[in-house]
């Protein structure tokens, strides 16, 4: 296993890899919408908080020499559902089709701030 790491993503206190690198496969923690340049938890409602969120995925993807093209499975987590649809449109910014499977859960956060948490898997070419 091999752990990869990068500043360009916000990087947790908690006792987590940003992501590990295991063969071809790349499997990202939980993102939430914290800006790595200020340590700040983007405001603005869940449209802002997911493109924060999927520009640390992007940042730790190109770290471990994929991208988000090669996204296989993603996990979203939200407060509200009747955000869904905000969500969906900047998620769809990122993704290409064939689109990853995915899962859409209503989960608590540990900060009532954050909105929206992502995690992905990820193939490496």
Known sequence: MEEIS???AYESS???SQA???G????VSGNVPVDPETG???EGGVGPQTRQVLENVE????AAGTSMDNVIRAGVF???M???GAMNEVYEEFMSEPYPARTAVRAEMANPDILVEIDVIAAVE
């Open 24 to 27: 071809d496969t790349v499997y």
């Open 20 to 22: 590990i690198r295991h």
């Open 40 to 42: 700040n938890l983007v």
């Open 59 to 62: 940042a730790i993807l190109d």
């Open 78 to 80: 939200m407060t509200d």
């Open 14 to 16: 908690a006792p987590l």
């Open 82 to 84: 009747d955000a869904f």
């Open 6 to 8: 990068t500043s360009e």
